[in-house]
């Protein structure tokens, strides 16, 4: 259990919250010219690295709003918390 | 009155703590995200929906709470409201904001129902199963919360010191409630 800092909310208990996955992954321009395993490419894998994350989340037992994360997987270090459409502050 | 079936039917008295459903209500729920809104809802409701997190206004009618950035819920301080004044404002709301696509409003009288909790011990009974730290929210008149309860969800606005109401969801009111009566014998 650990402390998310929501970013219309403030600091509420991580279960309030649900993660939705790796962040960042750009939906392909022309779907239509990709093969099949490109596609699933995207569609389904995802790094899920030990170490720092980018990740998506959902304040679901609060506002409902989804935001994004650093987050270190490895001991649930926040980095930073930022807006939908917002850069990462951290590289 | 509103004609609603309330689904607890009783009071409880417990040791400095009194339980009780108060319907009925109006609730309406309210979304939108342009700039115009705010000052139609004043004009209807003479309340300035808050745009500070976790927080409410309101006046003798009316309480307007903060629910995330573009959504908030306004519920009647008064019972004795007619089913007229309900649809009354209904109507004027959504006259003034769904028609001219200025956002959505969705009645949600029967969604929610409504206990208020009053006493010293309150805040004692909540954190019995609740994630949400209480030190800030108990020290302000009018905090908003929605967090859970027991794993239910809900929404919680401080109406004083020692009185809040709760708002969860009518289908799980009466496991709720059956276990905010049990833990308060405990207290």
Known sequence: ?91 | MLSFNPPIKEEKNYNDLKIVEIEPTIKINLRSNKREFSTKIGKILSILPPNEANTSSGNESYSLLWLSPDEWLIYSNNVNNTLDNQIELENNLFKEISKLNQGAVTNVSDHWVMINLKGSKIFDLLSKSCPFNFKDFKKKKGSVVQTVLNHVDVIMHNKDQNELNLFVRRSFSEDLWLWINDSARFL
């Open chain 1, 1 to 91: 259990m650990f402390i998310i800092n929501c970013p219309y909310c403030g600091e509420r208990d991580q279960t309030e919250f649900s993660c939705g996955g790796e962040a960042h992954i750009e939906r392909p321009k022309q779907p239509t010219e990709l093969s099949d395993d490109q596609w699933a490419e995207y569609l389904f894998m995802r790094k899920n690295i030990k170490g720092v994350q980018f990740e998506r989340w959902n304040h679901a037992h609060g506002c409902r709003k989804w935001f994004n994360m650093v987050r270190d997987t490895s001991n649930d270090k926040i980095q930073a918390v930022y807006k939908m459409g917002e850069k990462p502050p951290v590289k």
